[in-house]
């Protein structure tokens, strides 16, 4: 499976950015899939998971409220609609897909990842 992460950019804070993560490779409707993110020095974290059909999702606490993950099975794209953007959002972004078809909330439970796609809120 490959996944192909874009949409990252420069935006000021309280802007918004969607993220896309295409796959390709093999069928991945099945998959549970996820978005990270890693600011410098700090360790990679999840951002937002969401199962195969779409119906449950996960966010962390700081994202709450402001992003929103989905997924067009149809597309085999997955995006993270991100709004009301703080400075502290500014990481690489990352999405990633397991073959498991529920919520993945551990990165080592992941068994794909993009390249990552970087976000830069200015304050």
């Known amino acids: 499976v490959l996944l192909q992460a874009s949409g990252g950019g420069l935006v000021q804070a309280g802007g918004s950015l969607r993220l896309s993560c295409a796959a390709s490779?093999?069928?991945?409707?099945?998959?549970?899939m996820g978005w990270f993110r890693q600011a410098p020095g700090k360790e990679r974290e999840l951002v937002a998971a969401i199962n195969w059909n779409g119906i449950r999702a996960y966010y962390g606490d700081s994202v709450k409220g402001r992003f929103t993950i989905s997924r067009d099975n149809a597309k085999a794209t997955v995006y993270l609609q991100m709004i009301r953007l703080k400075p502290e959002d500014t990481a690489v972004y990352y999405c990633a897909a397991s073959v498991n078809d529920g919520l993945v909330l551990k990165d080592y439970e992941y068994d794909y990842w993009g390249q990552g796609t970087l976000v830069t809120v200015s304050s």
């Open positions: 490779g093999r069928i991945v409707s099945t998959y549970g």
